[in-house]
């Protein structure tokens, strides 16, 4: 039987951590990987508690190190046609959960592993990670969530990225853009995640909520109409009682 | 309580500066001083001499502090509405005036403060400027102008910013690309002078049409903002004043 990735879902305290779990062969991602983070996203986006996402990969050597290379062989052209379109539908899973998502690049993050860093709102890696897309290597074009690239980095820097299917490290994909912060390994947690996810649970979920509906409507809409979607959004908030307690709670600290 | 805040106007050597003035409140934004920005705004719209708008904060605490939270505290969602209605109209007026602005960033810029600072063409900030977007931690999502940042410093800060609602120093925030000159607080003006001076070098009926050309572009594909620009090009030369300057430029090539 052909081993695969699987995909480990465990939620503590309102967060819920996705673990890309084949550290064998670095996490590498197929069909059945995809699979598994589509039932994980359709269980997620109905879960009303959650409040934040974590991604990451299974031991120290990688987050997502690409994509199972046997799978790929042996590829057809339908049988590309059904594992891109999967694959697309497994990152795009972090745009529609409710709740912002911070991938927590432990280690390699290569072709699918980027595509799924950059499908998460926020990206935190430790500073021997290892950043690439050599899919032109092996024939391919980089593809699906390869598109938010330039929102990170850049057209530039994206375009350099996928031609050159280089191996570039932490510092120089944190410089890019690519990365919110970079941190030594063995501070991941503490210095990376933590003062991130700290901030999101002290702010009010709902808040917290529509700021993610938003964002991924910015992306996907023009200027005008996503100013329309915030305004509505903004007088939304108002229908609990949310932001007035906030505010009046601020006010009464700062004594105005 | 203190004043609200009102925006003071100063036509000076063809360059306009409106300051936020709201000295005990970090000049934040309330009803009065979004009106007051949103008459000047109009009427600076129809003034045919004036080449460049500076927009700052009076004092040296606060650029802008962020929206009026004592008026906010009491919003029911019809008020919230028509107040966020207007905090986008009057970061509106930056993008709809004829000539480039400057957001003078002298001290605190915080929510509505940086929405508006972002609205602007260029901002020049105080190396003890701090920048947030509080919003979720008051119950809110970041709305409106907010659709301006990822133009600035890509998705990931973006998310980052409006997600933690916590204080980005001026230095983070130059690093990321929001900003186009930092400087000490005592050279913030001679920092801005390289920029004022080489606006008003420039051909003013040029400056006015790469300005309408920036604003087409944000808002339009790739495709019809080329178009657009095509014809501001043909619409320059309506007049004789880019063969007159080509020309001279010529003349002066040919006597070194």
């Not at chain 1, 064998?24 to 986006?45: C, D, F, K, S």
């Not at chain 2, 606060?62 to 509405?81: L, N």
Request: net charge neutral; proline share 4%.
């Amino acid at each position: 039987m052909t081993q695969f990735t699987t995909v480990d879902l465990s939620i503590r305290d309102d967060i819920a951590t996705i673990t890309f779990c084949g550290a064998a062969r670095h996490n590498a991602v197929g069909v059945p990987t995809y699979e598994a983070l589509i039932r994980i996203g359709e269980e997620l986006r109905t879960n009303a508690r959650l409040r934040l996402v974590i991604v990451t990969g299974e031991g120290d050597k990688a987050f997502i190190g690409g994509g199972d290379i046997a799978d790929m062989a042996a590829f057809t052209p339908v049988r590309s046609r059904a594992s891109g379109t999967k694959m697309f539908q497994s990152n795009h899973v972090f745009r529609i959960l409710p709740v912002p998502s911070i991938a927590r690049i432990n280690g390699y993050c290569l072709g699918a592993g980027m595509e799924t860093a950059a499908a998460c709102d926020m990206r935190v890696a430790c500073d021997d990670a290892r950043f690439g897309m050599p899919e032109v290597r092996l024939g391919m074009p980089s593809v699906a969530q390869t598109t938010l690239f330039a929102g990170l980095v850049g057209a530039g820097r994206a375009r350099e990225i996928c031609y050159r299917g280089h191996i570039f490290d932490a510092q120089a994909a944190y410089a890019m853009g690519f990365l919110n912060r970079v941190v030594p390994r063995d501070k991941l947690d503490s210095e990376g995640m933590q003062p991130i996810i700290d901030d999101i649970l002290a702010a009010e979920p709902q808040a917290i909520r529509a700021q993610k509906r938003l964002l991924e409507g910015w992306i996907d809409q023009g200027v005008g109409a996503g100013t329309i979607a915030s305004i509505d959004a903004f007088s939304a908030a108002y229908h609990t009682p949310a932001p007035q307690r906030r505010l009046q709670d601020y006010l009464a600290r700062h004594g105005k | 309580m203190a004043e609200p805040s009102t925006v003071e106007l100063e036509i000076k050597n063809d360059i306009a500066t409106m300051t936020i003035t709201g000295p005990r409140r970090l000049n934040c934004l309330g009803s009065r001083a979004l009106d007051d920005v949103i008459r000047i705004g109009e009427d600076l719209r129809m003034n045919k001499t004036v080449r460049l708008v500076i927009l700052t904060g009076h004092g040296d605490k606060a650029f802008v502090g962020g929206a009026d939270i004592a008026e906010m505290a009491q919003f029911t969602p019809v008020r919230s509405r028509e107040f966020i209605t207007k905090v986008h109209q009057a970061n509106h007026m930056f993008r709809i005036m004829p000539v480039p602005s400057i957001a003078r960033i002298n001290g605190y810029c915080l929510g509505a403060g940086m929405e508006m600072a972002a609205a602007c063409d260029m901002r020049v900030a105080s190396d003890d400027s701090q920048f947030a977007m509080p919003e979720v931690q008051l119950g809110l999502p970041s709305v409106v102008e907010t659709t301006l940042f990822a133009g600035l410093i890509g998705w990931g800060k973006t998310r980052e910013i409006c997600y933690r609602g916590t204080m980005f120093s001026a230095q983070e925030m130059d690093r990321m690309g929001f900003l186009n000159a930092i400087a000490p607080k005592a050279r913030l003006d001679e920092a801005m002078q390289p920029i004022i001076k080489d606006i008003l070098d420039a051909d003013p009926r040029a400056i006015r049409m790469q300005k309408r050309l920036h604003e087409t572009w944000i808002d339009s594909g790739v495709g019809a903002g080329i178009i657009a620009s095509i014809d501001m090009l043909a619409e320059s030369n309506q007049e004789d004043t880019p063969v007159r300057l080509l020309n001279e430029y010529l003349e002066r090539r040919k006597k070194t």
